[in-house]
């Protein structure tokens, strides 16, 4: 009998180990898997945002214009809204030069810019143009 319950005991004590191995790499397995959903679901959110954002859906900003003549001149002020690069804003119209920029690279509220006019009644427009997209965001007579 003493050689029965010595060898159970054995039998016993060797299976506590592998069920603690076993335990830990169902352990280690199921970890991966979830890190690896995670993962891939973080790369294809980030691929599909890269994807949503081309160059052509581009939006017009909002933002507002203070157009009023000075004497011969029209001084046009950023008066509010979204600020905007200054490389897609133009001025256009019955001016004496052909197009008048804002200086700078960026132009925020309170930038302005003179141009000198052509006669009475002249109409001045701004407008925004990227490669693709173009929008008159405001325009008067003065």
């Known amino acids: 009998m003493t050689g029965r319950n010595s060898k159970s005991k054995s039998t016993a004590r060797a299976a506590s180990p592998i069920i603690g191995v076993v335990l830990l790499v169902g352990l280690t397995i199921i970890l991966s898997a979830v890190v690896a959903v995670y993962a891939l679901e973080a790369v294809q959110d980030h691929q599909s945002q890269a994807e949503d954002l081309q160059p052509w859906d581009e939006e017009a900003p909002d933002t507002s214009f203070d157009i009023e003549r000075i004497g011969g001149d029209v001084l046009v002020t950023h008066a509010g809204g979204e600020s905007i ?8 119209g019955d001016l004496t030069n052909t197009k008048a920029q804002f200086d700078g690279q960026t132009i925020t509220d309170g930038d302005s810019v003179t141009a000198g006019l052509r006669g009475e009644n002249a109409t001045v ?18």
């Open 125 to 142: 427009r701004i407008e925004w143009a990227t490669s693709y997209n173009e929008e008159t965001l405001a325009e008067a007579v003065v």
């Open 85 to 92: 690069n200054a490389r897609t804003l133009e001025i256009h």
